[in-house]
């Protein structure tokens, strides 16, 4: 099987409101950089192009078409789209290059969530006869989730804070990161309760932004002299539509997922976990079997910005960063999308050879 | 000069389309509307409330449903201190994940209440209906606190 390579990636700023710019405006600036970091002149110089996004946040039916506008898609190019975080769009050209369908591929997720009211358009994924109906939102099915950790003894409040504290201390460093500070598990346990038992600073921010990645083979990264990371493994598991027949409690697909892209044969170093909410970094954690060894979420996670249809993609390209630049050999990445860590993608990413 | 007029549209988020239930999701909907709730037994044995179509963990399609009943108890719950405007509450509410008797799995639904102190997981609640009942989710107008 071909070794894919992650040789560049990049994001915007998650922004809170992004006010007139559109998507399209979004995203270039992102491919801009991508391109010039890689060393290509544009979409012509990649075999695919794969894009992740959510026609729900744009309120409109085919609205990823404007995202394939901005990569100028003429004279035609090979082009597909998932209605999903960037991450899955990043498996399917994983699964094009191992194919042999092409040697490289770019992807590129991008939402803007601030123009509608996310909890509630997220509630119109859910089951259309038994949970839609109800407008069920998404912080409330997490908040019920986050209950029946603490009323089983498996987390406590102050757990919940110290993982807010370490995602707003983080994001410090993280020029992109939209919420950061130098706050401790006593500051956030002060605050009222929002949507009991979370607080605000339990969920994630409402963000807009964009991001990018560009993979190839391992021969091609060579080629095109770039450091790289490698893909060593990928998987992604559902689980059950139906949240009152899953142990909300735990995550099998994640830790089968995991299993799958081969995280056990060796250490690692760093993970990137896509936790909406504060217990979801925690279940998520332990269904890996992370342990001290391994930095959880040093960009902050998505607690400090989330970039919808990009914060997976994202997820992976922080791994990629810390390996390219040397503090990590070996680093997990998380994805999640549907309510209560529903849906599950892990990949597996280990430093390349030394150009 | 004049002010040009705004062109604007109505837009309603949602399904705009109707498309049939089939067996199972129909026939529990056509039960509500009769103020009944049946589940289905799971490959396992399991009564799920609402009936799935299929059983998550081995496929096999499911028919034999089970009538349960109009109480039950609260497994977990979310305390909406401010409701949204498509909420089903303009008052604070809780979101909660309720085991019918006869049920081995909790369903969502939303429970009324005058205060979060009252509501509680193990508390028992109770299924009320719309005046109207149509064959919908929302025939069961909310649980309250027995």
Known sequence: MKEIAIVGYQQSDAVSDAGAQNEVELIIPVLSRIFEQVGITNAQDVDFVCSGSCDYLQGAAFAFVLGVDALGAVPPIKESHVEMDAAWALYESVLKIRMGHADSALVYGFGKSSPGELPIVLSQQLDPYYLAPQWVDTISLAAMQARMMLDRGLITERDMAEVVARSRRNALDNPHAQLKGDVTADDILAEETYLSPLRRSDCCPISDGASAMVICTVEKAKAWGKPYAVISGIDHIIESHNPGMRDLTDSVSTRKAAENAGMGKGKVDVAELYAPFSHQELILSRALGLGDDTNINPSGGVLAGNLMMASGLSRIGEVFNRIVAGDAERGVAHTTSGPCLQHNLVAVLDKGEVA | ?146
């Not at chain 2, 199972?24 to 399991?46: M, P, Q, W, Y």
């Not at chain 2, 909420?87 to 509410?93: A, G, L, N, Y």
């Open chain 2, 1 to 146: 000069m004049s002010q040009p007029e705004i062109l604007n549209q109505a837009f309603e988020l949602g399904f705009t389309y109707t498309r049939s239930t089939g067996p199972v999701v129909g026939r529990f909907l056509t039960e509500l509307k009769k103020r009944n709730i049946v589940g289905i037994k799971a490959s396992d044995g399991r009564v799920i409330v609402p009936p799935m179509e299929y059983d998550p963990d081995t496929a096999e399609e499911l028919s034999e449903f089970v009538e349960v009943g109009q109480e039950g108890e609260i497994i977990s719950f979310a305390w909406v201190k401010h409701p949204r405007e498509a909420h089903p509450s303009e008052r604070p509410f809780a979101w909660a994940m309720i085991k019918l008797d006869g049920a081995d799995v909790p369903m969502v639904h939303w429970v009324a209440s005058d205060s979060e102190e009252l509501v509680s997981t193990g508390a028992r609640v109770k299924a009320t209906w719309s005046d109207d009942t149509k064959g919908y989710i929302t025939d069961i107008a909310c649980f309250e606190l027995v």
